[in-house]
């Protein structure tokens, strides 16, 4: 590795520099900011220039998954996501039976050792069996700390989040025990009142409301449910939530609502992408579920269609709020970079900040991916 000089549109922390430089010495960032304060000859603008991007709830990608215990499914998956920008992803587990549970956390925490995905998300299986959409409701169950602290266990310290449903019993103990361990409880998949998913959240360091909007009842006036009480606390400052902004799972409006709401500091830009993310239409498991994907769109296989994760790739989410919900560049990039990175603690990476790890994505003017750096090494 050695130093390398990058001139172009640099999407900052707090601003867009529109003719920035980037310094990069070995996986180090070692300065930020306009070309103008450099005195050494710059090379010509390349394009726009952002964070690597910090996905923290992805099942898998690239026609491969996070989900089925195999070690090159994982590889693969994180690979893809790399490719598209994603210079952090989160492995996350679906609800399945304990031991392919357990197998699909080892295998991902492998992965993590080989510095391939940068944590874990366990995605039940202590969830509401109304409200469980994708997820298998064969395999839900009522929290156990026996079985969570053996996927902790088996996690080998990689796993930063856990979702569950606050309302079913020992839930609330269950949210204790993972503070404890410093992992986040995260609230969905859920039909708990405001008041107890305001509490669950608000009882962490970084509350996070998974998914906001689905997995869970609509915002009535009368029953604000999660979705109201999970509004106040991150207006408040006790919690962000994930959207899923790929015109599939929220509308647009909602999406530009939210920032509008809660500003991008709060807010957590996710794909919930599976197997068939980048790939063409066809049949895909997700965990233990059949798939069929369809327009780009993935629903169960069957009598039910409840959509059945994503097919985005988080540049693609980016995108899309920037061009169709008309969030901001800024914002919108750090609702996917830096935010999600310190809802897990990740202190080394999201943003374009000297000290950093030299994570990077060019993109061109309609924010499509050209090269991707990780670790001040160019992977595309």
């Known amino acids: 590795m050695s130093r390398e000089v990058l001139r172009g549109r640099v999407v900052a922390p707090d601003k867009v520099i529109d003719d920035g430089v980037v310094v990069v010495d070995g996986d180090r960032i070692t300065f930020v900011g306009a070309a103008a304060d450099v005195e050494d000859d710059l090379p010509n603008p390349v394009g726009t220039l952002l964070p690597g991007l910090v996905d923290i709830h992805c099942h898998g990608g690239g026609g491969a998954s996070f989900t089925l215990g195999d070690d090159a499914e994982v590889s693969a998956a994180a690979a893809h996501h790399l490719a598209q920008g994603t210079t952090s992803v989160v492995a996350s587990a679906v609800t399945d039976s304990p031991d392919r549970m357990l197998a699909s956390v080892r295998a991902s925490a492998a992965a993590a050792a080989r510095g391939e995905v940068a944590a874990i998300h366990l995605e039940g299986p202590f969830l509401s069996s109304a409200r469980c959409g994708a997820q298998d409701p064969r395999h839900l169950l009522h929290p156990d700390l026996g079985l969570a602290r053996d996927l902790l266990e088996a996690g080998e310290g990689f796993v930063r989040m856990m979702t569950l449903a606050p309302e079913l019993p020992g839930a609330e103990t269950l949210a204790d025990l993972l503070v404890e361990r410093d992992v986040v409880a995260a609230v969905g998949h859920t039909e708990a009142s405001a008041s107890i998913t305001a509490r669950v959240l608000g009882r962490q360091r970084a509350g996070l409301t998974t998914h906001l909007f689905n997995g869970m009842p609509p915002l009535h006036h009368r029953a604000p449910g999660p979705v109201g009480g999970a509004l106040a606390a991150a207006a408040q400052g006790n919690a962000r939530v994930e959207l899923i902004a790929d015109g599939v799972h929220l509308a647009d409006e909602t999406v530009a609502l939210v920032f509008t709401l809660l500003g991008s500091d709060r807010i ?113």
């Open 268 to 380: 957590v830009l996710v794909t919930d992408a599976m197997a068939a993310a980048g790939m063409d239409d066809g049949d895909y498991q997700l965990g233990p579920q059949a798939v069929t994907v369809r327009e780009g769109v993935a629903r169960l296989r069957g009598g039910d269609a409840s959509i059945a994760g994503g097919t985005a790739r988080l540049v693609e989410v980016v995108r899309r709020v920037v061009q169709r919900a008309g969030v901001g560049l800024v914002d919108a990039v750090a609702s996917a970079s830096r935010v999600p990175a310190a809802v897990l603690g990740l202190d080394d990476v999201g943003s374009l900040t000297a000290g950093l790890r030299a994570d990077l994505l060019l993109v061109d003017e309609d924010l499509r991916p050209e090269q991707v750096m990780r670790a001040g090494e160019w992977v595309r």
